[in-house]
T-cell receptor, first 114, second 108 residues
Framework: DTAVSQTPKYLVTQMGNDKSIKCEQN?????MYWYKQDSKKFLKIMFS???????INETVPNRFSPKSPDKAHLNLHINSLELGDSAVYFC?????????????FGSGTRLTVV | GQNIDQPTEMTATEGAIVQINCTYQ??????LFWYQQHAGEAPTFLSY????GLEEKGRFSSFLSRSKGYSYLLLKELQMKDSASYLC?????????FGAGTTVTVRA
């Protein structure tokens, strides 16, 4: 049974489109995250939700809007996609913050904007 | 903010030992993590240090010096399957800040 699952795994779309990525965790964790990994493999936090409340919102364009309907789900909607949005997006979860076990990551969604 | 530096690449021979260094400058730091990421896959948790000293887990060990802002990951008895990227990450509350990763290539 997959602990953190995200869909789709691959997403190819045209500039200007709107797309969503879904994430679900069955670990009973109370905190979920979205990270972006660019072509240089640098993982950078975008958002964090704790018990459905937004607690971290890094400098991310407002074209990106996270939604957490319950603590097991955190979806990411992206409006007006741009070429620079091409990256791998990872969902992750943890219990009570990053300590002491860090995060459990999903398998990633490779987004390609053409 | 948290600046995290680690070497870009390292190459070693099967059966050898490799040490990956990580330096960080951070405010409100409360833990140092190491993750392994194989190409095209998700990062997986390897180790965690909050106090100074060495944590050993089988072939992998991690060391932390908080006063020096320094950590290393030691991989012993290298195997081909250890070829991957190794990410150093500093933890603060709900946020892990990652370094750019060190790509380790193990050669026969």
């Amino acid at each position: 049974d997959t602990a953190v699952s995200q869909t789709p795994k691959y997403l190819v779309t045209q500039m200007g489109n709107d797309k969503s990525i879904k994430c679900e965790q069955n670990l009973g964790h109370d905190t979920m995250y979205w990270y972006k990994q660019d072509s240089k493999k640098f993982l950078k936090i975008m958002f964090s939700y704790n018990n459905k409340e937004l607690i971290i919102n890094e400098t991310v364009p407002n074209r990106f809007s996270p939604k957490s309907p319950d603590k097991a789900h955190l979806n990411l909607h992206i409006n007006s996609l741009e070429l620079g949005d091409s990256a791998v997006y990872f969902c992750a979860s943890s219990q009570g913050g990053s300590l002491p076990y860090g995060y459990t990551f999903g398998s990633g969604t490779r987004l390609t904007v053409v | 903010g948290q600046n995290i530096d680690q070497p870009t690449e390292m190459t070693a021979t099967e059966g050898a030992i490799v040490q990956i260094n990580c330096t960080y400058q951070t405010s409100g730091f409360n833990g140092l993590f190491w993750y392994q990421q194989h190409a095209g896959e998700a990062p997986t948790f390897l180790s965690y240090n909050v106090l100074d000293g060495l944590e050993e887990k089988g072939r992998f060990s991690s060391f932390l010096s908080r006063s020096k802002g320094y950590s290393y990951l030691l991989l012993k008895e290298l195997q081909m399957k250890d070829s991957a990227s190794y990410l150093c990450a500093a933890g603060r509350d709900y946020k892990l800040s990652f370094g750019a990763g060190t790509t380790v290539t193990v050669r026969a």
